[in-house]
């Protein structure tokens, strides 16, 4: 807590101590950790905040905000299945060094009206403008096919998502964003980025990190399970013994 | 009720699993089988992932096997000497079953590995049962038996040294049952199943063993194949997740006491009908995703 508000205090003094003519942004996460337990179906963050603006005054013409929630990036391999000879079989693959795990946008205007194509790849707005740095030398239709099946994949398991209204904006202040975080989420820092759009430029942009933990008993298994994988073994081998040996003890006493 | 899975990293209705377990485990303390041939297909249509699904139902395997091999100790219709020879070609075989899943696991091939040899051991298990369970239940006319079959299978009878089986009364080979084990340890590790239903026809077909000792010898070998490789899985694959065969296997062993008795009450003939029809729905199920339109033309691993 004492950390929020210490950042906040921070931002607000930058204001003063810079009093530059443009905005800034101050924002924040409804949670700046979220804990993978047995429990765990996946979380809605809440990404919001407050536009301050020098001379404390809103302009006229409303500004937009963009927000972007990404997970870490991972080298990955993208396999095609095709037909041969009757069977689908994986038949192409490309790899791809730098894919976000998780990838989700929301803007207050769909992108393309807010910014033009250049600034959005330079900013990774949008999933078309994401640098995947696919590798190997690949021609570029088979690429834009792999990039094209990979976000249709992620996109339908929730790990991928573009929401073109997602941001509410109150009163040319205030804004807020809901992005939804699927269960099969990998762990690892999250980063919330935020921008503040004026006529197709990026005027301010804000970074918050998160951090997503299994904790507990979940992550025990998973360490034990990578760390202590004999240990590991030996005790599913001993738990399966064990409730198959008590099922039959418990039911030759009842019939 | 959602649960997490750890190593799946996704979560699912725990209800479901268990319900699930609960199934797989009374067929298979009605028939004698590990019963993997269903939860693995099963599991993956859930949308766990194949590797994890076989892994973990090798898990349960041994916890379902665990009270029928109990029940054939007391009764003395186990061949220790047979399953011991078993044991040690399973063992190899899940080893070297590990190292070709390790090949196809890394060119990418494995899902279509998995898919095909179920289509193929389904369909084939799946039609012989029902053969049998509409001739006995006479829908159809069987064909007259051609003479006494021979004691011994041929092959089987070529096959170099000698070694006496006295619990089973056979005078044969150890390479026959070595390979046998070796076979299905092979299968344990890349289809998640014990490989019962295999196991229970050779050992009466082709070794020419005594029912009385069949079902008790092959639940011995499953139990120490299965152990085997969830260990072989954690070791390599690290794919076997505890909960998820935790969730399996308290379901699982609990109905299989079930399975065991209702198998006094219901008529076993109509039961293997059911069975057969089960087993050929996965099969068909399975053969759809291969040959007509996979679930999914892109898949991701990760580097």
Do not use: C
């Not at chain 1, 508000?5 to 996460?29: E, G, M, Q, R, Y």
């Amino acid at each position: 807590m004492s950390a929020r508000l210490s950042s906040i205090l921070l931002a607000f003094s930058a204001v003063f101590l810079v009093a530059t003519d443009k905005p800034v942004l101050v924002p924040d996460i409804s949670a700046r950790q979220v804990q993978i337990r047995y429990s765990f179906t996946g979380a809605q963050l809440l990404l919001f905040g407050a536009v301050v603006y020098p001379g404390g005054s809103a302009p006229s013409r409303p500004l937009d905000i963009a927000v972007v929630l990404r997970g870490p990036v991972q080298p990955i391999l993208v396999r095609e299945k095709q037909k041969i000879a009757g069977i689908w079989m994986n038949a192409d693959s490309n790899r791809f060094r730098s894919a976000p795990s998780f990838y989700a946008v929301a803007s207050s205007k769909p992108i393309d009206q807010l910014v033009d194509e250049r600034t959005a790849a330079i900013y990774e707005l949008g999933l078309h403008n994401l640098q995947l740095s696919p590798g190997g030398g690949a021609l570029p239709e088979k690429e834009r096919r792999f990039e094209a099946g990979l976000l249709d994949l992620r996109r339908r398991h929730g790990l991928y998502a573009e929401d073109p209204h997602g941001v509410e904006i109150t009163d040319g202040v205030l804004y807020r964003a809901v992005i939804t975080i699927p269960s099969q989420v990998p762990v690892g820092t999250y980063t919330a980025e935020t921008f503040l759009i004026d006529r197709g430029k990026v005027i301010a942009a804000a970074t918050r990190d998160i951090q997503i933990n299994k904790s507990g008993f979940e992550r025990f298994v998973a360490l034990a399970a990578r760390r202590h994988e004999g240990l590991y073994g030996l005790t599913a081998v001993l738990l399966s013994l064990g409730l198959g040996w008590a099922a039959a003890a418990a039911f030759r006493r009842r019939f | 009720m959602d649960i997490y899975l750890p190593i799946a990293g996704q979560s699912v209705n725990a209800l479901l699993i268990i319900v699930l377990g609960f199934l797989v485990g009374v067929l298979s303390g009605m028939f004698g089988v590990g019963g993997g041939f269903l939860t693995t297909p099963l599991l993956i249509f859930y949308g766990i992932p194949p590797t994890v699904a076989v892994a973990s139902s090798a898990t349960q395997i041994t916890g379902a096997s665990v009270s029928g091999v109990m029940v054939h100790m007391r009764r003395g219709g186990v061949d220790m000497k047979m399953g011991g020879v078993m044991i040690v070609g399973g063992l190899a075989g899940s080893v070297v079953g590990a190292a070709m899943f390790r090949v196809l696991q890394s060119s990418g091939q494995i899902d279509v590995v998995i898919g095909f040899l179920y289509v193929l051991i389904l369909g084939w298990i799946g039609s012989l049962m029902l053969k049998d369970s509409l001739i006995s239940l006479g829908y159809i006319g069987s064909k007259p038996e051609v003479g006494p079959a021979p004691r011994h299978n041929r092959w089987v009878a070529s096959l170099p040294g000698r070694w006496r089986f006295y619990t089973s009364g056979l005078y044969i080979s150890p390479v026959a049952p070595l390979a046998l084990g070796f076979l299905a340890g092979v299968l344990t590790v890349f289809l998640g199943i014990g490989g019962g239903f295999i196991l229970v026809p050779a050992m009466i077909y082709l070794l020419g063993m005594p029912a009385r000792v069949v079902i008790g010898t092959s639940l011995v070998m499953i139990l120490a194949v299965s152990a085997a490789t969830t260990m072989v899985h954690s070791l390599t694959t690290r794919a076997v997740d505890i909960v998820l065969a935790g969730l399996l296997l308290v379901g699982g062993v609990i109905g299989a006491q079930y399975g065991a008795l209702l198998t006094l009450r219901i008529k076993p003939d109509l039961m293997r009908l059911a069975l057969s029809v089960i087993i050929l729905l996965v099969a068909l199920r399975m053969a759809l995703g291969l040959a007509w339109h996979p679930d999914e033309i892109y898949s991701i691993e990760y580097l």
